[in-house]
């Protein structure tokens, strides 16, 4: 039986308290299926982080959260090292990966360490991980400012119309990537504004997602392309117009753009195929997966935007992420259309 790497060995302590990415939580999976003593040293594992299994995790209050960054931004800013904090942030955010903890052969070590993560997790994880949350809703939020500022930079040169492609009765919205001429996809008139230097590529790209971390948005040569290169590079929803929609305008109090509906990412890769995503309870209430489920933020046509902690806005009881004729059981193929103004539907 050939033994365990050291980097096997780490990946199974990884994997056992919860700290790998989805592949490596496939590859861990695949070891244990596969290796007698993987198995073994994965049970022995759980058996000594057992005490974290009875540890109640208690929800950190958001005002809590918001009030502590206030106040080391405060602070900060007195003693003159704001710039300091912000790369500090900027550089935790920035790290790609989740917390590792280096692997020890001595159990009695591994049973000391479980002690302390009780410790840690209890007291502390919840209030450092909300706050980061917070963190990077705001700087979602800066993204939605920098969309809204290219818009609003086009409409001045584009006699007052906002950005738009025809799209043909019954097009499929969901077709993110596609670069034939035609328009197939809900995405081309925002990108419309990245091809034309109006907004950054990576303000589409949404910071709470762990794969915003590892995507590189500098070096696209954006002109080549009719939409964006692939549904990476857009973690957010554009509303869909019903067929006999006027023109939205700027300064109007009128939902434009979200945090990717979760709806969207259930469509296949494949563009050549035809979808049919049966809705169920799961898919009609969870919230956007970009802040893991807390909430989302929502641009309007007027420039503000609103984290709501459901899928509805101030605005009124309208689902955003579902069509009003949406429901469990029914089925989706990517075509459908609002059947008046006041149902809002952002996608893909």
Request: proline share 7%; aromatic share 8%; with cysteine.
């Amino acid at each position: 039986m050939t033994p365990l790497s050291d980097a096997q060995q780490q990946l199974l302590f990884d994997y056992s308290l919860g700290l790998t990415w989805e592949h490596e939580t496939v590859e861990a999976e695949q070891l244990l299926s596969s290796s007698p003593e993987a198995a073994q040293l994965h049970d022995t594992l759980k058996a000594a982080l057992s005490p974290l299994d009875s540890v109640e995790l208690e929800p950190c209050p958001d005002e809590l959260a918001e009030r502590t960054v206030a106040r080391l931004k405060e602070q900060a800013r007195l003693v003159g090292s704001g710039g300091r904090l912000d790369q500090l942030l900027s550089a935790e955010q920035g790290r790609g990966a989740p917390l590792r903890v280096p692997f020890w052969r001595n159990w009695t070590d591994v049973a000391a360490m479980a002690a302390v993560l009780v410790l840690f997790v209890s007291v502390l994880f919840p209030a450092f991980g909300l706050a980061r949350q917070k963190h990077w809703q705001s700087q979602c939020q800066s993204n939605f400012a920098d969309i809204y500022g290219g818009m609003a930079n086009y409409v001045t040169e584009h006699d007052g119309q906002l950005p738009t492609v025809a799209m043909a009765p019954g097009a499929p919205w969901w077709k993110v990537g596609t670069q034939g001429p035609e328009n197939p996809s809900n995405t081309r008139r925002v990108w419309l504004l990245v091809k034309l230097g109006y907004v950054p590529l990576s303000a589409y790209v949404c910071p709470a997602r762990p794969d915003s971390r590892r995507k590189d948005t500098g070096t696209l040569a954006v002109a080549e392309y009719n939409d964006f290169p692939t549904r990476s590079y857009i973690h957010y929803s554009v509303r869909i117009d019903c067929q006999q929609s006027s023109q939205p305008s700027l300064g109007r109090k009128r939902v434009f753009l979200a945090d990717l509906n979760p709806l969207s990412e259930e469509f296949p890769r494949d563009m050549s195929v035809s979808p049919s995503i049966e809705l169920h309870d799961t898919l009609l209430k969870s919230n956007s997966r970009n802040h893991r489920q807390r909430g989302q933020n929502v641009l309007f046509c007027d420039g503000s935007v609103e984290f709501t902690k459901t899928r509805r806005t101030s605005l009124s009881d309208d689902d955003i992420y579902a069509l009003q004729a949406m429901f469990c059981g029914c089925k989706v193929n990517g075509c459908e259309r609002p059947a008046s103004d006041n149902d809002t539907f952002v996608a893909p």
